[in-house]
């Protein structure tokens, strides 16, 4: 079995491991909550046995007692400057639940659409206004806000928390409005497009991704870029060029494609030479 | 200092105002703030607050 897979289904069962939650319709209310883990997992989700840490950030931005939180920005600069976005590739829940989706065989010529350039951008505005200004500044009279991101746009609060806990509760029935209905046809939306294309919420939305984006370049662990050759990328970028770039999610998916198909023939600094000159001239 | 020594440094650098930061909310008693919201369900995550 390959590794990856392997450590993406460990998280996601660690982290998700209160079976409990899902018979009876409640989340877990232990001390690991306290802690936050790198990848987005709704904290609401009957199984989930920590926090989220965007959830977490946002709570404390919008409450009336903090005005910043130093407790989970460390915990995000901690884990950017180990990881970067290696936590996408590996540690994120809701990573493993997009490419589970998009191997459903619903589409042909997956591999054809691609998503423009400016749209990759979209996930650094959601950072700077649901998961920053709305919380910090979007304050009602007494002093206290609301968590923007999770509020109108978390698909993950919605398929990892509302569906499961709505199943199990008449009264959260009841209580489900407009918001609900918004967030249910967002959160559709976003299963089509996972369909579809690799990763969807991750290249277009995710603000944790966009946050971890910013260590790619500089945290300790990397990709070593000799040790990439070919143009394999499952997130459509030139692995080349662009290895450790923003969108790079550290899956090491190039590295395997290279080692299967550059097997043999010479050194990696030669092929990766042959490589990018193919790319100038196909350019 | 070398542009690779800088890119090796500021990991580390990071990284301990990382654990500064982590120590300082852990003495204000953020801690206690995340849990309070994470043992409650939350109802902006699931669509109905």
Redesign the interface.
């Known amino acids: 079995m390959k590794i990856r897979p392997l450590v993406q289904s460990l998280v996601l069962l660690g982290s998700n491991a209160y079976l409990k939650g899902f018979m009876g319709g409640r989340i877990y209310k232990g001390p690991l909550k306290g802690v936050c883990v790198p990848g987005l997992n709704c904290y609401s989700c009957p199984g989930a046995l920590f926090s989220c840490p965007l959830g977490s950030l946002q709570a404390i931005l919008a409450g009336w007692e903090y005005s910043f939180s130093f407790y989970v920005t460390g915990l995000l600069l901690g884990f950017g400057a180990i990881f970067g976005r290696f936590i996408c590739g590996f540690l994120c829940p809701f990573g493993l639940i997009q490419e589970l989706l998009h191997k459903i065989p619903l589409f042909k010529n997956k591999r054809a659409i691609k998503i423009p350039k400016f749209f990759l951008y979209i996930k650094y505005v959601i950072l700077a206004v649901f998961v920053v200004a709305l919380p910090v500044f979007a304050k009602g009279e007494f002093g206290v806000g609301y968590p923007a991101f999770c509020k109108f746009l978390c698909p993950a609060g919605t398929i990892e928390a509302g569906l499961p806990l709505l199943a199990g509760s008449e009264g959260l029935r009841k209580a489900a409005g407009a918001l609900f209905l918004w967030k249910a046809l967002l959160s559709a939306a976003v299963v089509v497009g996972c369909v579809v294309i690799y990763r969807f919420f991750c290249r277009v939305l995710c603000p944790l991704g966009a946050f971890y984006s910013f260590f790619n370049k500089i945290s300790l662990l990397r990709i070593d870029p000799d040790e990439v050759r070919g143009t394999f990328c499952k997130m459509g970028l030139n692995p080349v060029l662009e290895v450790n770039s923003l969108e790079c999610i550290r899956c090491g998916e190039c590295k395997a494609h290279a080692k299967r198909r550059f097997a043999g023939r010479g050194s990696s600094a030669e092929v990766m030479a042959n490589t990018t000159e193919q790319i100038i001239h196909s350019a | 200092m070398t542009r690779g020594k800088y ?1 090796k440094c ?3 650098v ?2 301990a ?10 003495t ?1 008693g ?6 309070e ?3 409650n ?2 109802l ?6």
Do not use: T
């Open positions: 890119l500021l990991p580390l990071i990284l105002v990382a654990g500064l930061f982590i120590a300082i909310g852990v204000r953020e801690v206690e703030a995340v849990l919201k994470a043992v369900i939350c902006e995550c699931i669509g109905i607050g």
